[in-house]
Structures are given as structure tokens and as C-alpha cells.
């Protein structure tokens, strides 16, 4: 009982995680004052690629917006993120100019050490340009995010969202444990039956 217990708990974890799997970004500000960007979950990538070191990483969110026309800035953030439980990492600054496409945003980290396998987790945090935009905030919505190195290659698939602090795999855990109780106190009801009288 104990296994399928746990395993049900570990499915709801994982269905809470992979039901919002995008990162979720929220802007305000702009026209002729900073912008401030709101990661409102934290993110999880599996690095997939077999390279060595992962100079970066840098985590690209597809069509937030082409805030810097091409350019980028260190601004001031709260974001951060690890790899593989490590310590938060800062990020560096926020670019518009790495991918192909001048609306993807791209948060840029310092530290290498991510190799196939290894799970990074971009923090929820907020990231305030240090420049006034003179153009509107992009729309708020959820957007595809993977992770690159600084020559663009990506090497990860596409980030899963991570419910803060986990309220829905919470809520399922102590739903499971009522439900547990219920039926054991329920069999402790039951008005036990003589063997000879079945």
C-alpha cells in the first residue's frame, strides 16, 4: 500500500510540474521607463546535449519580446538559478541579439559546469531593466524556453514549469493521506464476522 501510495503522490508531483510547462512572464513599465519582466514559476531544463562544459547557460524565451532591438542589458534581477541543487547563480544581463529571432529574449548565466543530464532551475524572480525602454511591454503570456550556449547550439528541450511552492502536489499528498485514513478507519467499523458464520 505504502508504493502505490507514494507512487500516486510522486504522478501528481509530476502532472502538477509538467501541467504548466512553459515559463510564465508577466511586463510592466516601458514607454520612456524601465521594464520589469516577472518569471511568475521557477523553470526546469534537462540538459541533453553530450558537450563537455556548457558555457552559459542561457536561457531562451521564445518570443517575449524584442525589448533592446538588438541589443541587451545587465539590469537588476532577483531571478536566478542552479545546477543540480547547487548554490543560485546570478544571471548577467537580458539580450535580444543570440537567436535568430529578434523577439526571443534570452537571460544570460556565468557559470559553466552543466553536462548531459544535469537539471537546471531557473528561479521565479523579477529582472528590472537598468535603461528606460521607450517602446510598450510586450504582451504578458506563456512562452516556449530552452537553454543555449553562447554560440547559440541549444541543449536542452523545452523548459518545465514548477509550481510555487508546489500547492498542487501539496494539496494531492494530503488528499492521498485522507483518503488512506478514510478507509482504514472505515475497515475498523465494519462489524467483524465469526469464520464459522461466513
Known sequence: MKTSLSSVVALLVL?????????????SGGLGTPITLTLSQSV?????SSTPTLNGPYFVLQNGGN????????????????????????LNSLANNLTLNPSDLTFLGTQTGATMGSIVLLNAGTFTTSINIASPPPANGSFNTFVIDNNGSPHSGFGVGVPE???TALLASGAMGLFVALRRGRKSLEPSVPRAAQ
Not at 525589448?67 to 546570478?90: H, K, L, M, V, W
Open 165 to 167: 511552492p508546489y500547492p
Open 67 to 90: 525589448i533592446f532591438a538588438g541589443g541587451f542589458d545587465t539590469g537588476i534581477s532577483t531571478i536566478t538559478y542552479s545546477i543540480n541543487g547547487g548554490p543560485a547563480q546570478s
Open 15 to 27: 502532472g502538477a510540474a509538467t501541467a504548466r510547462g512553459q515559463a510564465i512572464l508577466s511586463f
Open 44 to 48: 526546469a531544463y534537462t540538459i541533453t
